[in-house]
Nanobody, 123 residues
Framework: VQLQASGGGSVQAGGSLRLSCAAS????????MGWFRQAPGQEREFVAG????????LYRDSVKGRFTISRDNAKNAAYLQMNSLKSEDTAVYYC?????????????????WGQGTLVTVSS
């Protein structure tokens, strides 16, 4: 396993969670990182991305202003702070590392994936 996501859980609507993505056996400090999510019966979708140095971030429209992606290259880790959670945020969340150094929304450009962590938001 090279990417390990953690921090998922069950929260009430309006609550917060912080997901962590820890990398092992390989350094991803030169790679863009991203978070994706997949709800039951749906395609895996882009949530947030960050460039190699944290200087650029991207978000899907539905999470802008609520979610914040960050990274700590000294720890070879990335994070997703999720606030004001809604029931529609319920999904398995995956972290991933991209082939590019830039932040990207393109799933095809992510070639390292962690296992998912489940986030359940109840209304």
């Amino acid at each position: 396993v090279q990417l390990q996501a953690s921090g998922g859980g069950s929260v009430q609507a309006g609550g917060s969670l912080r997901l962590s993505c820890a990398a092992s056996r390989r350094t991803f400090t030169n790679n863009g990182m991203g978070w994706f999510r997949q709800a039951p019966g749906q395609e895996r979708e882009f949530v947030a991305g960050i460039s190699w140095n944290g200087g650029s971030t991207l978000y899907r429209d539905s999470v802008k202003g609520r979610f914040t992606i960050s990274r700590d290259n000294a720890k070879n880790a990335a994070y997703l702070q999720m606030n004001s959670l809604k029931s529609e945020d319920t999904a398995v969340y995956y972290c991933a590392a991209a082939r590019t150094a830039a932040a990207t929304t393109q799933k095809a450009l992510y070639n390292y994936w962690g296992q998912g962590t489940l986030v359940t938001v109840s209304s």
